[in-house]
T-cell receptor
């Protein structure tokens, strides 16, 4: 079967750094996405990785290791507005998105 | 570019009635549109994939006669929840894949359905 695992909830302090991990087992791989979702809203795109390595985009970076079936999203200089759920999703061999359950990130002052 | 709209943004209906939700790609042509459902504190669950001009492909466990999907043009797909019941209350989100694009999906803002 296909499976994506990420922690259910994480807590971090404003101004700090947090890393959200995602491991996956899917039938085929055509890339991994990270989305941010605030309560009651649709997901918004953060990053897409298809090759191994680190992709940096402002305060957010995403890392991928295809051999390990592993990715992480790194958030720096945390702000209160970063409190949200972060969804990891893998594009499988049929170009269908397989979604993780999401990680709820709580930022404390 | 790549804006997707949904209408309505929220709707309240009585049990037994039907509700139609529209999903439009505003500035691009979408060959494929996806319909998701999300219950509180859960992740997105894909309900069906619709391709313009053909029948939708439903995920296992999703009743095609209850959730009618029509993808009549390259910019519009509709989801009709027929004979709605309180357990159908959920957040329905559509996404669209641009013509010629294999990977990225652009999400609409979602529709909150409450069945009383």
């Amino acid at each position: 079967g296909q499976n994506i695992d990420q922690p259910t909830e994480m807590t971090a302090t404003e101004g700090a750094i947090v890393q959200i991990n995602c491991t996956y087992q899917t039938s085929g791989f055509n890339g991994l996405f990270w989305y941010q979702q605030h309560a009651g809203e649709a997901p918004t795109f953060l990053s897409y990785n298809v090759l191994d390595g680190l992709e940096e985009k402002g305060r957010f970076s995403s890392f991928l290791s295809r051999s390990k079936g592993y990715s992480y999203l790194l958030l720096k200089e945390l702000q209160m507005k970063d409190s949200a759920s972060y969804l990891c999703a893998v594009l499988d061999s049929n170009y269908q998105l397989i979604w993780g359950a999401g990680t709820k990130l709580i930022i404390k002052p | 570019g790549a804006v997707v709209s949904q209408h309505p943004s929220w709707v309240i209906c009585k049990s037994g009635t039907s509700v139609k939700i529209e999903c439009r790609s505003l500035d691009f042509q979408a060959t494929t549109m996806f319909w998701y459902r999300q219950f509180p504190k859960q992740s997105l669950m894909l309900m069906a994939t619709s391709n313009e001009g053909s029948k939708a492909t439903y995920e296992q466990g999703v009743e095609k006669d209850k959730f009618l999907i029509n993808h009549a043009s390259l910019t519009l797909s509709t989801l009709t929840v027929t004979s709605a019941h309180p357990e159908d209350s959920s957040f329905y989100i559509c996404s669209a894949r641009r013509l010629g694009d294999n990977y990225e999906q652009y999400f609409g803002p979602g529709t909150r359905l409450t069945v009383t």
